[in-house]
Nanobody, 119 residues
Framework: QVQLAESGGGLVQAGGSLRLSCVAS????????MDWYRQVPGKQRELVAS???????NYADSVKGRFTISRDGTKKTVYLQMNSLKPEDTAAYYC?????????????WGQGTQVTVSS
């Protein structure tokens, strides 16, 4: 079974930086995608950034140029470096792992970490 554990959230002033980490334990397939999502109460969960096992990345328009997603050499830890934070970045941030096996995929979520940006 796969478990994901996020850390690194907190309170920061606008313009500041935070780095979120997500550590995966268990079986990670060679073809996988790791994502960062965020959610504000009363709104749908929003995809912030993705990194594929090939290393390719993708970002939401709202964070392009400010956030960077990366993985460590083991590929079991994914980071989200968040710079130039804005109050509208305030949300609970969740890590998601998708393991792919052929056309079948298995999704796993972390518990989330809160990011609060004060103006």
């Amino acid at each position: 079974q796969v478990q994901l554990a996020e850390s690194g959230g907190g309170l920061v002033q606008a313009g500041g930086s935070l780095r979120l980490s997500c550590v995966a334990s268990g079986s990670i397939f060679s073809t996988n995608v790791m994502d960062w999502y965020r959610q504000v109460p009363g709104k749908q969960r929003e995809l912030v950034a993705s990194i594929i096992s090939t290393g390719s990345t993708n970002y939401a328009d709202s964070v392009k140029g400010r956030f960077t997603i990366s993985r460590d050499g083991t590929k079991k830890t994914v980071y989200l470096q968040m710079n130039s934070l804005k109050p509208e970045d305030t949300a609970a941030y969740y890590c998601k792992l998708t393991n792919w096996q052929g056309v079948t995929h298995y999704d796993y979520w972390g518990q989330g970490t809160q990011v609060t940006v004060s103006s």
